[in-house]
């Protein structure tokens, strides 16, 4: 697992699967947080973005560490690999908020966005990005089974 302490507004951690060619990153520049699946195969990283989904918005952050009376404080962000290099899950402060799974083209969200329709030839669903306890179990059960 790899993690990286940061406070909202600038972070990025990128991790590589055991199975090439994906990878996976996590980067927040400012305005928002988001999670990338991404093919490393591809030289130009517009090229390499497979999909992406929105983790955070970095305003909503601060008003809800102001609402819980807590000052704004470092985050902790991790990733960790299924063992056949297929899914990767971003934890954020412990809780798991998006999943990528390779095999399926599918990523899920606890933001559930952004959602596009489907264009010809993609082969990533993109038009829901809705959170799976399941999916996130199945990931769970496979890595201490």
């Not at 908020?97 to 010809?120: I, K, V």
Request: aromatic share 14%; proline share 3%.
């Amino acid at each position: 697992m790899q993690s990286l302490s940061f406070n909202p507004g600038r972070a990025f951690l990128s991790s590589n699967s055991p199975t090439v060619p994906w990878t996976v990153v996590f980067e927040d520049e400012g305005v928002a947080g988001y999670f990338y699946a991404c093919d490393r195969s591809y030289e130009s990283l517009e090229r390499s973005i497979l999909d992406a989904m929105l983790i955070y918005n970095v305003e909503a952050l601060a008003k809800s560490d102001a609402e819980l009376e807590r000052p704004e404080s470092q985050r902790i962000a991790a990733i960790e690999w299924s063992r056949d290099g297929l899914q990767a899950v971003l934890y954020l402060d412990g809780t798991a908020q998006g999943l990528f799974d390779f095999e399926a083209h599918r990523g899920y969200c606890r933001m559930d966005f952004p959602n596009f329709m489907s264009e010809q030839g993609d082969q990533w669903l993109k038009s829901t990005h809705a959170w799976s306890d399941a999916a996130l179990h199945r990931f769970e059960s496979a890595l201490y089974a």
